[in-house]
């Protein structure tokens, strides 16, 4: 075989093994963004209260004023999509419609799924929706005169769009009824829109079609749909707006992004810098006191929980309490806002030792032990011992010969160790304070922000992806064996 | 009938004879010699016993009492009351318990419950601190929180709740990792075989199923979630979905009658699972437990749990796989299916056994990680409410107040001990796993 197509062998291997890795990018990104748009949909509240910041239902007292709370309801969910199907299909029964998701407040549809999930006729609940509805507007744009004595009637009207149990909804349509015919001028006005609610209410009783709730029903929505439009604006770069301040995901990320990878980069370089040689010395002077107490402290060092120590450190290390503030307490203390990355890293250096240091150890027991394992591996071929046969001092048989070989796998250790760094990084940076993705999630979570909690998730499940993906590259790349096809 | 049970007792008595060079009791004997984990081994009872007795050993109830004549054991009938046999009399309730005049009492060792405030000894009392306490028996030892709950009392109720959760979390995730570590090993990507024809029937089946027991009875299973009766609910629904499946093989079975759609195909089932497994350790464990509890709200230990075990068995899936990968071309799997055993059969009686063990390994690594990362959770204050007292959010309080140096000492050193006994028990049955 000659040399050339030696060459053209070894990359079509290459690219059927890289092209089989990447065809794993597909199914994981599908399943990560699937989970978080699911939680997305589990979430409590109402995600347009939420966005809104306040309920514009909750200061309505006329009618013009109901109408103009719908209108900005109606405004804002359409700009988060939400008044669209919420994926590509729907598996429900023949009785739901399949323009449910045009009921826009959240409370309502919920209220209305669950009467069609007791009588199954969808027409007659619609119209007992609508006249519930119009009540409302006749009793909001009552005559001032006659306000004062309809104002009982507003209480149980509101119950009405929240319950569902035949039982409840009789005795509030009761309780309404009594006060409207109590008062002459009050039956005037209300009377024949009260008459109306009630006889629509019987009729959802009265011509229930339970049967139609039996038969299952696939309906197809098309690309205009929530999750949809939701994953091709992620793609795009665009994670939505936070409910929390209203700015974009995507600013509040960046700076995020900046101080994780900071503390991140910084303590996996100081990891590896330690444990390459630590692993090849332990590895060189196998079953030595040396090796033998290396194996066990890093052992515990694996096994000490990095927020046990990072709170220790804290609180022993930075507090007055006990005589010995030796590094900056939690925070990055002044950072100038306006200054190049360089400048602002270099003035949050002394309240990032000891994050830095919570990082490293981790990552350090783990990378020493795996280098220690590939190396003892290396170190008992018979290559070795023809090497020292030879007479070849011993540096250079366990650096040049021995190393060399040893490090495939410590190389492809790289890109698996960052996506475990900055998950493990989330209780670091929240026990000191650094404002990175970690800490932003944290936050999010609290403050049930939950556009910037699905972003952080998952630009994770991307990062995490393509550290495997480079990690499988660089494998190719120094394994020969991968490259032959072997 | 009596005859064949003996017989089979003798049978077992002999088969137990010859467990001494089994690969089990071999494994047995390398990790006996592993003097570290073997004293971990022994730690982990200790573990166990605190777990298991957590209430008669940090209570403010006595174990024991003698009152007016009448002999209690109220610890005991603590249980009995919380199942709701029982009551208190209106003096078990009026007084505090030490507040008795008992004529004998046993208290326990450590005479406060994890939830016991003590008032006077409130705002962060150090175990060396000056206690405002009666006698010694009611010093706290490791100290008190803000509130005045002991810490000695905290550590061992939340060894039970760590406890709980490695272990129902593995358990979740080891059935799940065995069933389809078993099934992608012992299979591999060429022994199972299928009837085309079967799978769109199976496909239907889980369809309906799930539209009939769960979709349709959707408000039937919320409104028994709000008002009891869930279990009896939840019952009736998994049997409609298991009819439609009962359903859907005797279909396949009347199918497998007609020659002209008799017919078999390779299934891949070592590619689908290990493809799967792949993409599940893709996804950021620990972000995705803090969404979901985040999102979920109502946090319980159950759900922090669940999503553990649903999250973690990819590593002991992976560790069957290979070990079956090797069993299944050894000699007396190929013998046994020459004797024409049906596969499950020679799965779960010949090739499983053999490879369970090499699965411990997996299981007290992911032990050791389940603690660890409940742990971290409860620490940030998700996951497990509030009433639940936990190492996690014990270590949490330290950071409130620096000055408490022992409730950041005593849990996390807790948390650290356990990890690493698992991770110690991992390393010696790694160890004497390997034949050398």
Not at chain 1, 240 to 250: A, E, K, L, N, W
Not at chain 2, 80 to 88: A, I, M
């Amino acid at each position: 075989m000659s040399i050339t197509s030696a060459r053209i062998a070894s990359l079509t291997h290459m690219f059927s093994y890289l092209t089989n890795r990447i065809a794993l990018f597909i199914p994981t990104l599908l399943l990560a963004s699937m989970l978080t748009f699911g939680l997305s949909k589990l979430a409590g509240g109402d995600p347009v209260l939420d966005y809104l910041g306040s309920d514009p239902f909750g200061t309505v007292t006329d009618a013009p004023h109901l109408l103009r709370a719908e209108n900005i309801y109606r405004r804002a969910a359409h700009k988060l999509s939400l008044d669209r199907p919420a994926f590509y299909f729907s598996f429900t029964s023949q009785a739901y419609p399949d323009t449910l998701h045009k009921i826009l407040l959240k409370q309502r549809r919920e209220t209305a799924e669950k009467l069609i999930a007791q009588y199954g006729n969808w027409p007659q609940i619609e119209a007992y929706l609508h006249s519930l509805r119009n009540m409302e507007i006749e009793t909001r744009s009552l005559p001032d005169s006659l306000a004062s004595a309809a104002t009982p009637v507003n209480i149980p009207l509101q119950d009405l769009y929240i319950d569902y149990k035949n039982k409840t909804i009789e005795n509030r349509l009761a309780e309404i009824g009594q006060v409207v015919f109590k008062n002459k001028k009050l039956a005037a006005f209300l009377g024949s829109p009260f008459n109306d609610l009630k006889n629509k209410y019987a009729a959802v009783i009265s011509e229930a079609t339970p049967g139609k709730l039996k038969i299952p029903a696939v309906r197809w929505h098309g690309t205009g749909n929530q999750y949809h439009i939701w994953i091709s604006n992620f793609v795009k770069g665009n994670f939505g707006i936070s409910t929390f301040d209203q700015r974009p995901v995507t600013a509040k990320l960046a700076p995020a992004i900046f101080w994780t990878l900071a503390v991140n980069i910084s303590a996996i370089l100081l990891a590896f810098l330690i444990s390459v040689p630590l692993g090849v010395w332990s590895a060189a002077r196998k079953g030595s006191r040396f090796d033998k107490t290396t194996t066990v402290g890093l052992f515990m060092l694996y096994s000490l929980p990095a927020f046990w120590i990072g709170t220790m450190l804290l609180i022993f290390f930075t507090t007055k309490e006990y005589g010995m503030p030796f590094f900056a307490g939690p925070g990055l203390g002044e950072v100038p806002s306006a200054a190049p990355w360089w400048e602002k890293l270099w003035s949050a250096m002394p309240h990032l030792f000891l994050p830095v240091i919570c990082v490293t150890y981790p990552a350090l027991a783990f990378i020493t032990r795996q280098v220690r394992g590939s190396m003892v591996n290396v170190l008992g071929q018979e290559y070795i011992k023809t090497a020292r046969a030879k007479g070849l001092s011993e540096k250079k048989v366990i650096w040049k010969h021995g190393f060399r070989n040893a490090l495939s796998p410590i190389i492809t250790m790289l890109a698996s160790v960052f996506p475990a760094a900055i998950a493990g990084s989330v209780v670091i940076e929240v026990i000191f304070n650094i404002p990175g993705m970690g800490w932003l999630t944290y936050g999010a979570i609290l403050q049930k922000d939950w556009p910037v909690v699905f972003a952080v998730m998952m630009l994770g499940s991307v990062l995490t992806v393509v550290g495997i993906l480079v990690s499988d590259v660089l494998y190719a790349i120094t394994d020969p064996r991968v490259r032959f096809g072997k | 009938m009596f005859f064949k049970k003996k017989q089979k007792q003798i049978a077992e008595k002999i088969e137990s004879g010859k467990m001494a060079n089994s690969p089990f009791s071999l494994m047995n004997q390398r990790f006996r010699r592993n003097r570290m984990a073997v004293w971990s081994l022994r730690f982990l009872y200790l573990l166990f016993f605190v777990a298991i007795f957590a209430d008669f050993i940090a209570n403010e109830k006595p174990v024991y009492c003698k009152l007016d004549g009448k002999v209690y054991f109220p610890v005991m009938r603590q249980y009995l009351v919380d199942l709701g046999l029982d009551h208190w009399e209106a003096r078990f309730f009026q007084n505090d318990w030490d507040e008795h005049a008992y004529e004998a009492v046993i208290f326990p060792p450590i005479p406060y419950s994890s939830k016991t405030i003590d008032g006077k000894n409130r705002g962060y009392t150090g175990p060396f601190d000056e206690q405002k306490i009666s006698s010694l028996r009611y010093r706290h030892w490791l100290g008190t929180d803000n509130l005045g709950h002991d810490v000695a009392a905290g550590m061992v109720s939340g060894t039970r709740t760590a406890m709980l959760v490695g272990i129902i979390s593995m358990s979740i995730a080891s059935f799940i990792g065995i069933l389809l570590g078993a099934l992608a090993g012992f299979f591999g990507d060429d022994r199972f075989r299928m009837n085309p024809f079967s799978i769109p029937i199976y496909i239907g089946a889980l369809l309906l199923g799930w539209f009939y027991a769960f979709m349709a009875r959707g408000y039937v299973l919320s409104e028994a979630a709000r008002e009891g009766g869930l279990a009896k609910e939840l019952f009736i629904s998994f049997l409609i979905f298991g009819f439609a499946l009962l359903l859907a093989k005797l279909a396949t079975l009347f199918i497998g009658k007609i020659p002209a759609l008799n017919k078999k195909v390779k299934i891949p089932l070592d590619l689908i699972i290990m493809r799967t497994v792949e993409v599940l350790n893709s996804i950021p464990g620990f972000l995705l437990l803090l969404s979901i509890v985040g999102v979920l709200q109502q946090g319980s230990i159950f759900v922090v749990m669940a999503i553990i075990g649903l999250i973690r068995w990819t590593g002991i899936a992976r560790f069957l796989r290979a070990e079956l990968l090797r069993i299944r071309n050894l000699e007396y799997i190929e013998s046994a299916r020459a004797m024409g055993f049906s596969n499950l059969r020679i799965l779960f009686r010949h090739a499983l056994p053999n490879a369970l063990t090499p699965v411990l390994i997996a299981i007290s690594f992911g032990v050791a990680s389940s603690i660890l990362l409940e742990s971290a959770l409860s620490f940030l204050g998700f996951g497990i409410g509030e009433e639940t007292v936990t190492w996690g959010n014990l270590l949490s309080a330290a950071r409130k107040y620096p000055g408490a140096w022992w409730l950041a000492l005593f849990p996390g050193g807790a948390i650290f001990v356990t990890v690493t006994v698992f991770n110690l028990i991992g390393e010696g049955l790694t160890n004497a796993l390997r034949n050398d």
